[in-house]
């Protein structure tokens, strides 16, 4: 009652069909497109939420593409040697006050160890990319309906601590002046050091806070305790980040500031990816739930 009608042709009157908001001419209304219904913020704002598979050929170009601009933008950064070192001097000094300023007596005993510190310097050189590609793999294979949030969650961290780049440029250890650290991959002529040779021409080597060996090796950790159900491997998943901690500071490539930097980019980037797909990126639906219950719904 009291619902406005239309004539129809019949005489008749009738309820106006629902028109989802779009306006036809004359000013009648009409049913949305599909493409305006699509384009609706909300409805964009679901299909993300929703569980979905990804295509492997856009991952491919996503990651390759990303990581070369990451790269680009990183060594991009004006190497400022004069503040990074005194950035370092500063941090060195404040751990000192705390009395944490561990790295050096961690650096030296680690170094006496010579088959050790070489596994080491390999570890810092290889794993870090090794580890989070093998992780990305698994949950594109294992666990393709929860593939997309933790993905945007490692690249949100990396986009910021790109911002700690620009903002914090710091030494490592390795390079202060007076700190009489040791730089182990000079010493023992292993392969992988930036700041050796051609490498050092293309990579910013005052770009140490904040450590994104921490941010990814914990993005790993984390997302292996989550998803994974051995034991054993959430047990190496939640070793990985300690290990890499171990490796950072024993190589005299950063001190544990720049760990504490990493973590702070990591739980920004879990909080910005948590509050767009509205719950905890491991807790999100699965795709054969959601499947099930659509067919249940069509029955």
Known sequence: MGEPTSKTMQGRQAAPADTG???????TAGPDTGWAAALRP????????????PRLWFEIILIGFSYWLYSLIRNAVPEERGTALRHAHDIWSFEGALGL????????ALNSVTWLIVGMNYYYATLHFIITIGVLVWLYVAHPDRYAAPRLVLFVTTWLALIGFWAYPLAPPRLMTGGHFIDTVAVHHTWGSLSQGSLAQVSNQYAAMPSMHIGWSLWCGITVISLAKPLWVRVLGGLYPLFTLTVIIATGNHFWMDAVGGVVCLAVGYAVVSLVYGRWVYRLPQLAVAEQAAAKAAA
């Open 21 to 27: 908001g779009a306006t036809l001419a004359g000013g």
């Open 42 to 53: 909300r409805a964009q704002l679901a299909r993300l939420r929703g569980p979905h598979r």
């Open 101 to 108: 300023d561990v790295e050096h007596s961690v650096n030296h």
